[in-house]
C-alpha cells in the first residue's frame, strides 16, 4: 500500500494576534512562485456569522512557513460572497495564477450554531486571477447556476484547445433530484435524469474563455459503498504518466460523524475523461490529535506539487489547521500501476 508521511503537527496554526484568523487556519491553495512556496489559506476570527477570509503565507522549504501579511489579502466584497470566502484552490496557467473560491452568498452561522433557514444554502464558485497574491480580479461565478456548487479546480493548461475544470455540483445526484422533484423545484440538470450519479460526483466541463463553461459530465462517481460523496481536492497535477488527481472522500458514521479523508486517480493527458488508475484505499486518513481536534475527523487536501520525486499535499486538518504530507511520486506511480482499469 501507498500512504503519505505526514508531519505530526501542523505546518500552520491560528495566530491569536491575528484576530481574523484566531478561530481557524485551513483548506490552504498552495502553488510555487520565485522559487517560494505560496499558501493562499481560508481564516476565521469568529464564529458569530463564521465569516472566512483569505490569510497569505510563504515558505522556501514548504514545511516552516510565515505570514506574508498581518492583515486578510483577499475578503468577501461582492454580493454573491457577502457571508464568506472560502477554500481558494491555485492554479497557473502560461503566467497567470487563477483562484478558485466558494462564494457564500448568505449568513451560515448565528451564535455558534447553524443559521436558520427555510431553503438550503445556495453556494457558488467564483474565480480570481492574480499576479502577486495581494491583488485580485474577481472574474466572477464560473459555476452552474442553482447548482449548490463546490470544489472547482482547473487544470494548468488547456487540452485539445480548451480550458477544462473539475467540479462537485451538490445537486446533480439521484437522491438530490428525487427530493427536488418532490418539492416541485427544478434545477437545470445537464443530462437524463436517468443517468446522474447515486451521491454528489467529481463532474469535468470545458471552456474557451474560462467564463463559459459547457459540456458537462461525470469524470469521477463514488467508488466505495461508504462513500457520502466526493470531490476535487488539489487541482490536477501532470506526470509522465498522466493528470493526478488527490480528492477528498466523506464517511458519514452510524454515529453521525463525518469523516473525510483522501484518495488518489490517474487520468489519461490527452483524454482527461479516461481513468487510467484510481487506488480503492485512501493515502491520507485522520490519525493525529490535530486532525481530529473538536471532534472533527478531517483530512481536506486542497493544494500540492512536486518537486524532484516529492509530492507535497497540504490539507485543511479538523477545520482548524493547516497540515502537509509527503510521498515519493515514483513509488505513488508505481503503486497506481498495480491498479489500472
Known amino acids: 500500500m501507498f500512504t503519505l508521511t505526514r508531519q505530526t503537527t501542523p505546518v500552520l496554526t491560528p495566530d491569536e494576534a491575528y484576530p481574523w484568523e484566531k478561530e481557524g487556519v485551513f483548506n ?15 481564516a476565521v476570527g469568529e464564529r458569530e456569522a463564521y465569516i472566512s477570509k483569505f490569510g497569505l503565507a510563504t515558505s522556501s522549504d514548504g514545511i516552516h512557513f510565515t505570514r506574508a501579511s498581518t492583515e486578510p489579502v483577499f475578503v468577501p466584497q461582492q454580493a454573491f460572497d457577502t457571508w464568506g470566502t472560502e477554500d481558494p484552490r491555485i492554479t497557473k496557467i502560461d503566467e497567470d495564477f487563477f483562484v478558485t473560491y466558494v462564494a457564500v452568498p448568505e449568513r451560515i452561522m448565528l451564535n455558534g450554531e ?23 480580479e474577481n ?26 475544470m473539475l467540479h462537485r455540483p451538490n445537486r446533480w445526484d439521484k437522491g438530490t433530484c428525487d427530493r427536488l422533484q418532490g418539492e416541485g423545484k427544478h434545477v437545470d440538470w445537464p443530462c ?22 459547457t459540456d458537462h459530465h461525470i469524470f469521477l462517481a463514488a467508488l466505495h459503498d461508504n462513500d457520502s460523496k466526493i470531490g476535487p481536492g488539489i487541482p490536477p497535477i501532470e506526470t509522465s504518466e498522466g493528470w493526478l488527481l488527490i480528492y477528498h472522500h466523506m464517511e458519514k458514521k452510524s454515529s453521525g460523524v463525518f469523516v473525510y ?46 518537486k524532484d520525486d516529492t509530492l507535497f499535499v497540504y490539507y485543511g486538518a ?9 510521498g515519493s511520486l515514483s513509488e505513488l506511480l508505481q503503486e497506481l500501476s498495480q491498479y489500472k482499469k
Not at 28 to 41: A, F, N, Q, R
Not at 115 to 135: G, M, V, Y
Not at 152 to 164: A, S, T
Request: aromatic letters at 14%; one cysteine or more.
Open 28 to 42: 490552504p491553495g498552495v502553488t510555487t512562485m520565485d522559487e517560494k512556496i505560496i499558501m493562499l489559506y481560508r
Open 114 to 136: 447553524s443559521f436558520p433557514r427555510t431553503t438550503p444554502l445556495e453556494t457558488s464558485t467564483a474565480l480570481l486571477k492574480t499576479h502577486d497574491f495581494f491583488s485580485y
Open 139 to 164: 472574474l466572477g461565478i464560473i459555476s452552474a447556476p442553482r447548482s449548490d456548487n463546490k470544489d472547482i479546480v482547473l487544470f494548468p493548461k488547456k487540452i485539445n484547445g480548451k480550458y477544462c
Open 192 to 213: 437524463d435524469l436517468a443517468h446522474l450519479p447515486e451521491k454528489p460526483a467529481i463532474w469535468i466541463a470545458w471552456s474557451d474563455d474560462l467564463k463559459h463553461w
Open 261 to 306: 479523508t483522501a484518495y488518489i486517480a490517474l487520468f489519461d493527458l490527452v483524454d482527461p475523461t479516461i481513468c487510467k488508475a484510481a487506488l480503492p484505499y485512501p493515502i491520507l486518513s485522520p490519525q493525529e490529535p490535530f486532525e481530529k481536534y473538536n471532534g472533527r475527523e478531517i483530512v481536506f487536501p486542497t493544494g500540492g506539487f512536486i
Open 318 to 326: 479538523s477545520d482548524y489547521y493547516v497540515g502537509l504530507a509527503t
